[in-house]
């Protein structure tokens, strides 16, 4: 028994001397969650200046939410038809069906994150009543020419922002209707859960906000519960303690992609609308107006320049949105077509890499857009966004990646 326990440690110890970097950090700091506790535990009085829904600036509990109040309000016949990225969260395309509308796709170019103005616009039926336009990894895509589009056929333009986020950079399209933010788990500038509606038109602002305000609010006790968890995983991700973590993991035989799901999963369960009818609870809500009051651009600067310093040299076969301009780098993605082997040699060299940095799924049919170069999530890996890489690290990832066969 004892020589079997010691085998087992050698098992776990003996890794240990390479350190595992890990695939990402939560961005808000310990200061700010310590804030949200202080929330939760005394619910301090909110002065009238504090109010954020203003200036067609609407609070919700998560984009899907304010989703959800959007198509309750806009309340289209069934069978109605949304033009969308083919490619965003299953929860986007379960909340579009189950308003009785179909959804319909149009693929992301996967050298600018964009979709194809001319594909939109040959989508488009009398049924069509919307397109909703997602800016997919931290690509700022753009707009205008699918915006014009729209607006020639009269119809609702929705942005989804909530992989997006760059403060005052760009906060959408003035042609754009609707734009939605999402300050989720792993999102950046994080408050756990939360979520922000700009809406053009001040009457239908007012028809969202009227709905959202009959909504029950989130459980204290449920967010308390979030900002502990986010402790936890701020914890986890410090380089050494994330490293014996990871082997402790693969000596287990568990599957580190499935273990660390479930500190991230926003929405848990099948009833979709169930879980985000809600509004978020007053310390939610205060954590959420200190985040954006004192939102600064570093963190984001920081992901830009490991970006380009680990792409920079890598041969471009590997680059996913390198046509894009206004580029943020909430992930990392590179195309391979041997994603389990790219994996695996990543992984045995201290980086922890993965095909999971996302919930992200594709209704689009592949092959049928002939000239395109559609983005194809299956060859997808996703590079560590750890701003506190050395530059010894970046080098070392860049080369591992030139050298991959």
Request: aromatic residues 8%; contains cysteine.
């Amino acid at each position: 028994m004892v020589r079997q326990s010691l085998l087992n440690l050698n098992l776990v110890c003996i890794p240990l001397e390479r350190n595992m970097i890990p695939r990402g950090k939560l961005d808000i700091t310990f200061t700010d969650l310590f804030a949200g506790i202080y929330y939760c535990l005394f619910s301090p009085r909110r002065s009238k200046k504090d109010n954020l829904s203003e200036e067609n600036r609407l609070i919700c509990l998560s984009v899907r939410t304010g989703f959800d109040l959007v198509l309750t309000a806009l309340n289209l016949p069934a069978g109605s038809e949304i033009i969308v990225t083919g490619i965003n969260i299953p929860d986007m395309f379960s909340i579009i069906a189950a308003h009785g509308l179909k959804a319909v796709p149009v693929p992301v170019n996967k050298h600018t994150l964009n979709i194809s103005p001319e594909q939109v616009e040959a989508a488009i039926t009398h049924l069509t009543k919307a397109i909703l336009i997602t800016h997919l990894f931290g690509g700022i895509v753009e707009t205008g020419e699918v915006i014009s589009i729209a607006k020639k056929h009269d119809l609702l333009v929705l942005e989804d922002r909530a992989q997006a986020y760059a403060g005052n950079e760009y906060i959408g399209n003035a042609g754009t209707d609707v734009v939605m933010f999402s300050f989720g788990f792993i999102k950046t500038h994080t408050t756990l859960t939360g979520g922000m509606l700009l809406i053009k038109d001040r009457a239908f602002y007012d028809q969202v906000t009227h709905l959202n305000s009959k909504l029950p609010r989130q459980p204290k006790t449920r967010y308390l519960k979030k900002i502990l968890k986010a402790m936890a995983v701020k914890l986890l991700t410090q380089k050494e303690i994330y490293t014996l973590f990871y082997y402790l993991l693969t000596a287990a035989g568990k599957n580190i992609d499935a273990v660390l799901s479930t500190f991230t999963k926003g929405f848990p369960g099948n009833d979709i609308l169930k879980s985000v009818r809600y509004r978020p609870c007053e310390p939610n809500e205060r954590l959420i107006e200190r985040r954006l009051k004192n939102f600064k651009p570093a963190s984001i600067n920081r992901r830009k320049k490991l970006a380009a310093d680990v792409l920079g040299e890598t041969p471009g076969h590997f680059k996913i949105g390198e046509g894009n301009q206004r580029h943020t780098f909430w992930v990392l993605p590179v195309e391979t077509q041997k994603p389990a082997e790219l994996i695996a040699h990543l992984r045995a060299n201290g980086f922890d890499v993965t095909q999971k940095a996302s919930s992200l799924v594709t209704i689009s049919k592949k092959n049928n857009s002939p000239g395109v170069a559609e983005l194809d999530l299956e060859k997808l890996v996703y590079l560590p966004v750890y701003p506190g890489m050395s530059n010894a690290k970046r080098k070392q990832l860049a080369g591992l990646l030139t050298n991959f066969d």
